[in-house]
């Protein structure tokens, strides 16, 4: 019986009882031609003049259109959308699984980065560049043997991890079948061409941990790389020092900057899409690194997170945002919070005390959470963030479509507002999931009377698009680039309306 049938008898019961008021929940139901449809249904009792439930009152809504884009979403959040290949996510988990089984042989990866591929797409353009990945995820399908694992993980990056090798010898012959696949030339925007690939290659076993695994195999690539493309390179331990001591140097360089005030706050508009009016600003964080200019965070969060560094830059940069945005009378300002901080046991207190500093009132700060950190939240945190929200800050759910939530889990997380990663807006006129998602989630949250906020938005096409889904606020290069100061926000809204 499907998971859904009967869901709803306890709830019914306890309903009739007296110890509910309300419930609501997804169930399959039939229609009059017997067609199974998605429903949300809603029931509330009624109290009579002796309290005893009098009536029920049930409503019915279909939402299959919203079933369906959640389960769209579930697959492009395993997949990648252009190969059909499972995506890093996938592979990451699929690699930790392999490695826990312990089988008593080895877990082989291989790193491939195509070489020249962004000579490639520059010439040839972006479809040219797409049907090169396309045709190689195939042809690396076809070299693999049927439990191998073919991943794209970014761009012109893929994984392959083996399960089973007896040892590098026969995890080198995998590399090298891998390669071979790509000797015929590609036909690409009409025209033959030929590509080579470069391919890192690391062993691990129980209990290597994944990310280990994969960090040796992206050090080896980095040798091929370097000694000339179209090779593989088996890691080794030597590998493995060097990449500590830089590591290590950098981690060195970033303390220092937080101790020197290297650090900066940059500020992005958020805009209300009606008018176009700011009502907010998102800030964002850079590093000013000796003469290496500003970095932006992708270059050196990994590595503040892994080394701790990020509470003490997570907490400057609150203190510094509430402080520029008191200084500017901007309106609201939303900061990013990392796992770390998040992990805190102070967070109220720590957030609390940076808002009594600077002055700034609670209804003028938003946190940002990722929607992977509140999948995994523990019931603390989401105490902590209700609490947060009592105080009067505002919790953004950042990057939403990226993680696993459904969209009807919206419902019960403490959040006020919803920002749709940019990887949805992106292409929005050209992907057809993609616009049917972001339709889902702005009815969603429409439905519960949350602001979204669409991130990235760069052309006027997609702002059109947005306005006439009904997507309340944007954010992205069309209406300003990160600055160094909040601008002064009119209409004074203290949150997005
Ligand atoms: P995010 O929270 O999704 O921030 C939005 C990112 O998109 C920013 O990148 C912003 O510059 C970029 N962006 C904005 N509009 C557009 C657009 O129209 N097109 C494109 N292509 N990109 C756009 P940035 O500043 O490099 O930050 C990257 C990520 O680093 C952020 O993603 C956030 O997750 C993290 N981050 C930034 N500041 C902090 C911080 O203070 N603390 C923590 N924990 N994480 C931060
Ligand atoms: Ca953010
Ligand atoms: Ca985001």
């Not at 996938?90 to 070489?115: F, H, I, K, M, T």
């Not at 990056?157 to 080198?172: A, D, K, N, R, S």
């Not at 050196?300 to 003490?312: M, V, W």
């Not at 519960?448 to 059109?464: D, I, K, R, W």
């Amino acid at each position: 019986m499907p998971a859904d049938q009967g869901a709803d008898a306890g709830r019914h019961d306890r309903l009739l009882a007296g110890e509910l008021t309300s419930y609501t929940l997804d169930k399959r139901l039939l229609d009059a031609a017997g067609q199974v449809l998605w429903c949300e249904v809603t029931a509330a009792a009624v109290p009579g003049p002796t309290d005893a439930v009098d009536c029920l009152i049930v409503h019915v809504q279909d939402v299959s259109r919203r079933r369906e884009a959640e389960l769209e979403l579930a697959n492009r959040a395993l997949h990648d959308g252009l190969t059909g290949l499972p995506n890093r996510f996938l592979a990451r988990q699929w690699l930790g699984n392999a490695l826990d089984e312990d089988l008593g042989r080895s877990v082989g990866v291989l790193y491939c980065d195509l070489d020249r591929f962004k000579v490639v797409n520059d010439s040839l353009g972006h479809g040219a560049g797409d049907e090169l990945l396309i045709e190689v995820a195939r042809r690396f399908r076809g070299a693999l043997r049927p439990a191998d694992l073919a991943s794209r993980v970014g761009g012109d990056e893929f994984v392959v991890i083996c399960e089973g090798v007896t040892g590098e010898h026969e995890l080198m012959s995998l590399a090298a079948r891998l390669a071979a696949s790509l000797d015929e030339p590609i036909m690409m925007g009409g025209q033959s061409h030929t590509v080579s690939v470069s391919i890192g290659a690391a062993l691990g076993r129980a209990p290597d941990e994944c990310d280990d695994v994969l960090v040796r195999a992206d050090l080896a690539l980095l040798r091929a790389k370097r000694s000339g493309r179209a090779r593989t390179e088996l890691f080794d331990v030597a590998l493995d020092r060097v990449a500590t001591r830089a590591d290590l140097q950098l981690e060195d360089q970033l303390r220092a900057s937080v101790a020197s005030g290297q650090l900066r706050a940059l500020y992005q508009p958020v805009v209300r899409l009606s008018d176009r009016t700011t009502v907010g600003h998102e800030a964002l964080l850079r590093w000013q690194y000796d003469d290496h200019g500003l970095l932006t965070p992708d270059g050196f969060l990994p590595l503040a997170e892994s080394s701790g560094l990020i509470r003490p830059i997570g907490w400057w940069m609150l203190r510094t945002a509430c402080a520029d945005t008191v200084a500017a009378g901007a309106n609201w300002v939303a900061v990013n919070a990392s796992p770390s901080q998040l992990a805190e046991t102070t967070l109220v207190e720590s957030v609390t005390a940076q808002l009594a500093a600077s002055g700034l009132p609670p209804e003028r700060l938003h946190l940002e959470v990722t929607e992977s950190a509140l999948m995994q939240a523990s019931s603390r945190l989401i105490d902590e963030l209700m609490e947060l929200r009592r105080v009067g800050v505002g919790i953004s759910l950042d990057d939403f479509g990226t993680g696993f939530s459904s969209l009807s889990l919206l419902r019960d997380l403490p959040v006020t507002t919803v920002k749709i990663d940019r990887s949805f807006v992106g292409p929005l006129l050209s992907d057809s999931s993609a616009l049917a998602i972001v339709r889902a989630v702005v009815g969603m949250c429409g439905d519960l009377g949350l602001p979204v906020v669409a991130e990235g938005v760069e052309t006027p096409e997609q702002y059109e698009a947005l306005l006439e889904l009904g997507c309340t606020h944007g954010q992205g290069y069309l209406f300003g680039r990160p600055a160094a100061v909040p601008t002064r926000s009119a209409g004074g809204a203290a949150v997005p309306s």
